[in-house]
């Protein structure tokens, strides 16, 4: 029996000195997410079956590991999908084919178990769909885990899995990771492809990867699921070696930025937060650093009204996508009120203010880089989130409240390197006095996820986070 809460690099070792099986590792995860799913409802569905079978020819450096994916944007061929919505999921839709992120995880050895939950169309800052119930938070089961990879980080969080893929699009890896305590890292623009199924998702806001328990475990998938595929629209630069080699590398002396409050003023940031990025700078500062005040000034400047524009169009583009799905267009009765608030609001924009929206967007993420190119520092270092996740039904939408507006307040720290495209790091480097987990960010410029994982490695010796377990976890 492979020992609990290690990280799929180790449990990939364990089959290769022959202590474990692929299909023991299958068996083990499977009863994790039976015995802990009804009380966290992180995975929406399952294909254990399949899961079993393909254990028994798996191939590859990780044989026989167990993930699982959330559902959204990405696909797995027969299964189950529904995007957090319950008129996919009512219609018992099914995917066509595999994504390529799925295929390059077989080929590495990776067994698929399930599907993760997702908020409906990975829109609101919580895992709370109306289809499949609220996901509940580990280490606190009345909490948010927040969204939209909330489903996967509360897998990872309680060892239902080692490894979970995510999607960030606002923050969507690192919001859920930060949460639950886990590693959440948003690429660079154009590092993981997402087709042949899906492409240019949000005109290249969103991006894929996973959420993990360790550094390493972040570089083997980087690795394994990076390069282009056919038909993308964006490349990230191809990096001088494979990324797991940066795990433990000498990053030499780095100059970085520290920005602990939200330099619009128009969110507060909770003292712990703040407490943990300056409790991560100074330990930056020890291992040799320059770490001083410092952050884009672009960032005062993100334009909502560039950004709203074109989330509102390309959700009602993706409600056209999904009445196509299933044979009939989608109707108020079929979304959830948030959902259709936004998609309403879509149906108003000219073609005129999408496109100059979508100029804004483009114009102030080269602004924000410049800050890398021109003023020649490394990283920067914010907290993830400005404070705890509130109680889950906070952020829900409803009704009388179809948009909560506090929960845009969680993607202040997050959103800006969707808009220019830049890799983005979530580390559990601190806890508060409620023992919830806290995430601290750092940031790179495009193409630079080497340099992160570096930094990432030496906090991660430093400031080791793999004895924090939430309370309701797996047990042997």
């Not at 390069?227 to 797991?244: I, K, M, N, S």
């Not at 770490?291 to 950004?307: C, K, N, Q, S, T």
């Not at 705890?388 to 039904?393: C, I, R, V």
Request: negative net charge.
């Amino acid at each position: 029996m492979a020992e609990l809460f290690i990280d799929a690099t180790a449990q990939a070792e364990l089959v290769r000195r022959g202590e474990v099986s692929p299909a023991e590792l299958v068996e083990e995860a499977i009863a994790r997410i039976e015995g802990l799913n009804p009380q966290i409802n992180a995975v929406i569905a399952t294909r254990f079956d399949k899961a079993r079978a393909e254990a028994k020819r798996a191939a590859g450096p990780f044989e026989g590991v167990p993930y699982v994916l959330k559902d959204l944007t990405l696909t797995s061929a027969d299964d189950p999908y529904a995007a957090g919505m319950s008129a996919l999921k009512k219609a018992g839709y099914r995917a066509a084919r595999d994504s390529y992120f799925v295929e390059r995880m077989r080929e590495a050895g990776f067994v698929l178990l399930g599907k993760a939950s997702t908020p409906e169309l990975g829109l609101p800052c919580t895992t709370e769909p109306v289809a499949w119930g609220p996901t509940r938070n580990p280490w606190d089961l009345s909490r948010s885990v927040g969204g939209s990879s909330g489903g996967s980080a509360a897998a990872v969080a309680s060892g239902m899995v080692a490894i979970a893929h995510a999607s960030d699009g606002g923050g969507s890896i690192r919001i859920p990771a930060s949460a639950c305590g886990v590693v959440g890292l948003r690429p660079s623009r154009g590092r993981v492809s997402q087709g042949p199924t899906a492409n240019e998702v949000w005109h290249g806001l969103a991006v894929e990867l996973a959420v993990t328990r360790t550094v390493r475990d972040t570089a083997a998938v980087l690795d394994i699921v990076s390069g282009r595929r056919t038909g993308d629209v964006y490349t990230a630069p191809a990096p001088e070696r494979p990324f797991t080699r940066e795990v433990g590398a000498d990053p030499g002396r780095l100059r970085i930025g520290v920005l602990a409050e939200d330099p619009t003023g128009q969110t507060v940031v909770d003292r712990q937060h703040a407490d943990a990025v300056q409790s991560a700078a100074a330990t930056l500062a020890e291992l040799g650093h320059q770490v001083a005040e410092g952050f884009p000034p672009a960032l005062r400047d993100i334009p909502a009204d560039a950004f709203i524009p074109c989330a509102a169009a390309l959700t009602v583009a993706e409600l056209d996508h999904y009445g196509k799905l299933i044979g009939r267009p989608l109707t108020e009765d079929d979304v959830e009120p948030g959902t259709w608030a936004i998609a309403e609001l879509g149906r108003t924009i000219p073609a005129t203010s999408y496109v100059a929206g979508l100029a804004g967007l483009r114009a102030a993420g080269a602004a924000i880089e410049r800050w890398w190119a021109d003023d020649d520092w490394d990283l920067l270092l914010t907290p993830t989130i400005p404070r705890a996740l509130p109680p889950l039904g906070t952020l829900a939408s409803t009704k009388e409240n179809p948009i909560p507006a506090e929960g845009f307040a969680y993607a202040t720290f997050t959103m800006p390197y969707n808009v220019s495209g830049q890799p983005a790091i979530s580390l559990p480097l601190s806890q508060s006095a409620e023992g919830l987990p806290i995430g601290v960010q750092l940031v790179a410029a495009y193409g630079r996820e080497d340099l992160l994982l570096r930094v990432a490695a030496q906090l991660e010796a430093a400031m080791p986070w793999a004895d924090r377990l939430p309370p309701v976890r797996a047990a042997s």
